[in-house]
């Protein structure tokens, strides 16, 4: 079992947008779109805790890596939830409330310029549970950077999609080994 204190717990939803979940996404990818209902039902089960809910969204202004010297996304990967673009916005399949906290990032780490650890540190919360997309790129790196500013990242395995089921394995075994847990919905209790 993995406790937690409803207190001091959020949930961390990365990146369930249509670019990445929806069948006309431009990063569309099934095993994303599989685990829709899985994350809601663990957003579900946190908000019946009266635990933290975050969202984050990935969000790239169209000349976001114009000038950039290494680091760019649009090569990669082709351009992506453009700003602006229904690609950007959360699948409407999540009960996204009022109060809920919404992170828009650039980049595959939440924390990197943005306010989510000081949000996170203004509402006394230690321990992130990691629901979304993709296992291996922004769940590993967003859950990675928590570890590395000491809060406790547990990646929930059964509301992570991925590309390929090897990914996921990979993204798993690694958080687990270097940085973090990994739990399942199943397995979390809330003191």
């Known amino acids: 079992m993995s406790e937690f204190d409803p207190e001091r717990t959020a949930v961390v939803v ?12 431009s990063l569309y990818a099934p095993k994303s ?11 579900a089960d946190v908000r019946d805790a009266g635990a933290a809910v975050v969202y984050t969204r990935d969000v790239h202004p169209p000349e976001q890596f ?4 290494y680091y760019d996304e649009f090569d990669r990967w082709g ?12 699948v409407e399949e999540l ?4 109060d ?5 990032k650039h980049t595959y780490d939440a924390f990197h310029q943005t306010e989510l ?23 590993l790196h967003t859950a990675g950077s928590a570890g ?12 992570i999609g991925a590309i390929e089921a090897d990914h996921k394995e990979y993204a798993l075994e690694h958080a687990d080994w270097l940085f973090g847990e990994v739990t399942t919905r199943e397995e979390i209790r809330f003191e």
Request: aromatic share 6%; hydrophobic share 45%; glycine share 8%.
């Open 100 to 104: 809920d906290h919404v992170v828009v």
């Open 117 to 139: 650890e000081g949000w996170l540190d203004a509402h006394g919360i230690d321990d992130l549970l990691f629901c979304g997309t993709l296992a291996n790129v922004c769940v």
């Open 66 to 69: 114009d000038d950039a010297h």
């Open 148 to 159: 590395l500013r000491d809060y406790r990242p547990v990646l929930v395995a059964d509301a």
């Open 79 to 90: 351009e992506h939830v453009v700003e602006g673009t229904w690609e950007t916005e959360l």
């Open 33 to 43: 779109e599989a685990v829709v209902d899985d994350v809601a039902a663990l957003v």
């Open 95 to 98: 009960d996204v409330r009022e």
């Open 14 to 25: 990365v990146d369930m947008q249509n670019g990445f979940c929806h069948p006309g996404g």
